[in-house]
Nanobody, 125 residues
Framework: QVRLVESGGGLVQPGGSLTVSCAAS????????MGWFRQAPGKEREFVAA????????YYADSVKGRFTISRDNAKNTVYLQMVNLKPEDTAVYSC??????????????????WGQGTQVTVSS
């Protein structure tokens, strides 16, 4: 049974930092991509970042480039999203995803078979 569990969300002031984690079990994550997506109230779920387990190559949405860093710990089957200089517009439920299959690219939420339950990140003063 595949399971993705996020943790680390919370309330942070603008300009602050936060790291969210995604622990994976039940799948061989080393063979594919892991992604982070977010969904704000009234908006569609959008791509944030992705990482290839084997090579460590990373990809980012333009809106977070330079502020967010995705990384992985192979031994723990865990992916992290470190967020700095957070802005109110970063407020959303952040979810990790795995099981990307063709023909979808890493930014397309339709291509991911497995999702976590999400963790709330709120940026507010």
């Amino acid at each position: 049974q595949v399971r993705l569990v996020e943790s680390g969300g919370g309330l942070v002031q603008p300009g602050g930092s936060l790291t969210v984690s995604c622990a994976a079990s039940g799948l061989t994550v080393s063979s594919g991509n892991m992604g982070w997506f977010r969904q704000a109230p009234g908006k569609e779920r959008e791509f944030v970042a992705a990482i290839r387990w084997v090579t460590g190559l990373t990809y980012y949405a333009d809106s977070v480039k330079g502020r967010f860093t995705i990384s992985r710990d192979n031994a723990k089957n865990t992916v992290y999203l470190q967020m700095v200089n957070l802005k109110p517009e970063d407020t959303a439920v952040y979810s990790c995803a795995a099981g990307l299959s063709p023909p979808y690219g890493y930014t397309d939420r339709r291509g991911y078979a497995y999702w976590g339950q999400g963790t709330q990140v709120t940026v507010s003063s």
